[in-house]
């Protein structure tokens, strides 16, 4: 675990709308996540990232209520996530790796029916958004490709006007021109002058990380359940170093130790002196280290 | 039936490489600060917004926000109520060369006029360093 003294300072200054403490779930064959802590503050946009089974998935169900954890606890705007206020609901936008949609119902009866829920609906902002995505409105869901239906629980998850996000692999089978829409919807209405300026927290799983890197200002690392890092995305840029291992590496200082080519990853604010040393990585290279 | 094509020519002023080992707030202060430095963004002029620059590249508003406080931090730009951002009127110009470039202009001004009247290099010379020691006289007063 990484940085805990630079997490505790955001936890002072800025409000917390993601807390997990001591998460840990177990599946037959182990663990799915164990001993997970996070602090993830208002208007953070975190990127999740992992190989497939680290536990991603399971780890963003649980926060959001629909797992209940074996052990230690998760809370969105302060409010427990297994039981999550009327309130708490209204703010949460969440979408799920596979497609919550009802086969027969249109993209359009979808839109209409569902927002009859909620209270911050904007259905025009949603048809909007729709059509710039190239989402089918009148084809029964059913029939739509799974991109399609993508698009459209994307959609659904915004239509509210959430002040929290919370996204799992939302966009893998989407084309590059419907991934930047996606991106820019994330942030509200970047094209209308009026929108009204609010913070919006995100925090998306996503192996696309040339979209992530674009983004996000925050990056969680999950490897084999455990949260391997978990800092600011600029913080990690002009800190995190590929060095050498050497005996001159500080323990303390290690993020990650390459098993085969001798190199580790170092947070030089822990071993200023190494920095010189070291070589910057981009957020792929950066995935390939420490899931070496 | 009256057709009306507005055809809107916007090119954007900054190159932002989102994979990148620079971060990308970075990499908008430091173009940010050369386009001030080679005149391309003249004293005043308006930087593009924030929205825009997030919508042209799809990344982050608050990485661009942040790159534009830590200029404004720094004197380069300044914020103009109700607009968004601009060039500041008065740059910290610390380089010798920098100041020169300024003078410049004037003293062509000044070699014109004493060529039109036939006057002398070194008379010319004596009586600029004359001109200054009298300038610099009044602000010792």
């Not at chain 1, 800092?231 to 005996?247: C, H, I, N």
């Not at chain 2, 001030?36 to 608050?62: E, W, Y």
């Given at each position: 675990?990484?940085?805990?003294?630079?997490?505790?300072?955001?936890?002072?200054?800025?409000?917390?709308?993601?807390?997990?403490?001591?998460?840990?779930?177990?599946?037959?064959?182990?663990?799915?996540?164990?001993?997970?802590?996070?602090?993830?503050?208002?208007?953070?946009?975190?990127?999740?990232?992992?190989?497939?089974?680290?536990?991603?998935?399971s780890?963003?169900?649980?926060?959001?209520?629909?797992?209940?954890?074996?052990?230690?606890?998760?809370?969105?705007?302060?409010?427990?996530?297994l039981?999550?206020?009327?309130?708490?609901?209204?703010?949460?936008?969440?979408?799920?790796?596979?497609?919550?949609?009802?086969?027969?119902?249109?993209?359009?009866?979808?839109?209409?029916?569902?927002?009859?829920?909620?209270?911050?609906?904007?259905?025009?902002?949603?048809?909007?958004?729709?059509?710039?995505?190239?989402?089918?409105?009148?084809?029964?869901?059913?029939?739509?490709?799974?991109?399609?239906?993508?698009?459209?629980s994307?959609?659904?998850?915004?239509a509210?006007?959430?002040?929290?996000?919370?996204?799992?692999?939302?966009?893998?089978?989407?084309?590059?021109?419907?991934?930047?829409?996606?991106?820019?919807?994330?942030?509200?209405?970047?094209?209308?002058e009026?929108?009204?300026?609010?913070?919006?927290t995100?925090?998306?799983?996503?192996?696309?990380?040339?979209?992530?890197e674009?983004?996000?200002?925050?990056?969680?690392?999950?490897?084999?359940?455990?949260?391997?890092?978990?800092?600011?995305?600029?913080a990690?840029?002009?800190f995190?170093?590929?060095?050498?291992?050497?005996?001159?590496?500080?323990?303390s200082?290690?993020?990650?130790?390459?098993?085969?080519?001798?190199?580790?990853?170092?947070?030089?604010?822990?071993?200023?002196?190494?920095?010189?040393?070291?070589?910057?990585?981009?957020?792929?290279?950066?995935?390939?280290?420490l899931?070496? | 039936?009256?057709?009306?094509?507005?055809?809107?020519?916007?090119t954007?002023?900054?190159d932002?490489?989102?994979?990148?080992?620079?971060?990308?707030y970075?990499?908008?202060?430091?173009?940010?600060?050369?386009?001030?430095?080679?005149?391309?963004?003249?004293?005043?002029?308006?930087l593009?917004?924030?929205?825009?620059?997030?919508?042209?590249?799809a990344?982050?508003?608050?990485?661009?926000?942040?790159?534009?406080s830590?200029?404004?931090?720094?004197?380069s730009?300044?914020?103009?109520?109700?607009?968004g951002?601009a060039?500041?009127?008065?740059?910290?110009?610390?380089?010798?060369?920098?100041?020169?470039?300024?003078?410049?202009?004037?003293?062509?001004?000044?070699?014109?006029?004493?060529?039109?009247?036939?006057?002398?290099?070194?008379?010319?010379?004596?009586?600029?360093?004359?001109?200054?020691?009298?300038?610099?006289?009044?602000?010792?007063?």
């Amino acid at each position: 675990m990484s940085n805990p003294e630079i997490v505790e300072q955001e936890i002072i200054k800025e409000k917390i709308v993601i807390q997990a403490r001591d998460l840990t779930l177990y599946h037959p064959r182990g663990v799915a996540f164990a001993g997970i802590n996070l602090a993830i503050p208002a208007g953070a946009v975190v990127g999740l990232v992992g190989r497939n089974g680290a536990g991603k998935s399971s780890l963003l169900q649980c926060l959001v209520g629909l797992r209940e954890p074996d052990r230690g606890s998760a809370s969105l705007f302060g409010c427990p996530s297994l039981q999550l206020s009327d309130a708490v609901r209204e703010r949460l936008g969440y979408v799920a790796q596979s497609a919550d949609v009802f086969e027969w119902m249109t993209a359009y009866d979808h839109l209409c029916e569902i927002g009859k829920a909620y209270a911050r609906w904007d259905e025009h902002r949603c048809m909007q958004l729709a059509l710039r995505m190239n989402l089918p409105m009148t084809t029964p869901v059913g029939k739509l490709s799974g991109g399609d239906q993508q698009k459209l629980s994307f959609v659904l998850a915004l239509a509210h006007d959430p002040d929290l996000l919370i996204l799992d692999e939302p966009v893998s089978n989407l084309d590059p021109i419907s991934r930047r829409e996606f991106m820019l919807a994330m942030f509200g209405d970047l094209r209308s002058e009026q929108a009204a300026e609010r913070e919006r927290t995100v925090l998306i799983s996503s192996h696309l990380l040339s979209d992530l890197e674009r983004v996000v200002s925050h990056l969680a690392f999950l490897r084999d359940g455990h949260l391997q890092a978990f800092d600011s995305w600029d913080a990690m840029l002009e800190f995190y170093r590929q060095v050498p291992d050497t005996d001159e590496i500080d323990a303390s200082a290690i993020i990650s130790r390459h098993p085969k080519n001798q190199t580790c990853i170092i947070d030089t604010r822990l071993q200023p002196e190494l920095a010189v040393h070291g070589k910057a990585l981009m957020l792929d290279e950066l995935f390939l280290e420490l899931n070496a | 039936m009256c057709i009306i094509v507005v055809i809107h020519l916007y090119t954007m002023l900054y190159d932002i490489q989102t994979s990148s080992p620079v971060p990308i707030y970075r990499q908008i202060v430091e173009q940010v600060q050369r386009l001030i430095a080679s005149g391309q963004l003249a004293p005043g002029a308006d930087l593009p917004s924030v929205r825009a620059v997030a919508l042209h590249f799809a990344i982050n508003p608050m990485t661009v926000s942040k790159a534009y406080s830590m200029l404004e931090t720094a004197g380069s730009i300044v914020r103009k109520r109700g607009v968004g951002m601009a060039v500041a009127m008065q740059q910290n110009l610390s380089s010798a060369e920098d100041k020169l470039a300024l003078l410049r202009p004037s003293l062509l001004n000044a070699a014109q006029i004493a060529t039109q009247l036939g006057i002398p290099a070194e008379d010319a010379q004596a009586l600029f360093l004359a001109c200054l020691h009298e300038t610099q006289g009044e602000t010792h007063e």
